[in-house]
């Protein structure tokens, strides 16, 4: 079974950093697509970034574009979003998902729908503030 674990959340000032993990424990993550997500209070889940398996095809939000930054480690097993110059408006629990059958566009275009993905995290909270 496959499970999912998210670290490095936390509280940081505006303009600073966070790198966020995602580990993964009970399958390899090589031939899924990976996916991160955040909500914040009120609002809906909102598709942050994507990267491909085999290849590593990115996309991101618009709004985190030039910011944030996916990558995957698969020796580690883990994907990681690094977010730089981060805002208030960053301020959300970010979770890590994973979709079993990736189309073959998956991630090309756009960050897929959250309906895409088979296994979620149990997320991590990101506080941006001063």
């Known amino acids: 079974q496959l499970q999912l674990a998210e670290s490095g959340g936390g509280l940081v000032q505006p303009g600073g950093s966070l790198r966020l993990s995602?580990?993964?424990?009970?399958v390899t993550l090589d031939?899924?697509?990976?996916?991160?997500f955040r909500q914040a209070p009120g609002k809906e889940r909102e598709g942050v970034s994507c990267i491909s398996s085999i290849g590593g095809t990115t996309n991101y939000a618009d709004s985190v574009k030039g910011r944030f930054t996916i990558s995957r480690d698969y020796a580690k097993n883990t994907v990681y979003l690094?977010?730089?110059s981060l805002k208030?408006?960053?301020t959300a629990v970010y979770y890590c998902a994973v979709a079993v059958f990736p189309t073959y566009s998956y991630c090309s275009d756009y960050?897929?729908?959250a309906n895409t993905y088979d296994y979620w995290g149990q997320?991590?909270?990101?506080?941006?503030?001063?």
């Open 22 to 26: 995602c580990a993964a424990s009970g």
């Open 123 to 130: 997320g991590t909270q990101v506080t941006v503030s001063s």
């Open 82 to 84: 690094q977010m730089n």
């Open 31 to 36: 031939y899924y697509g990976i996916g991160w």
């Open 111 to 113: 960050v897929p729908a």
């Open 88 to 90: 208030p408006e960053d």
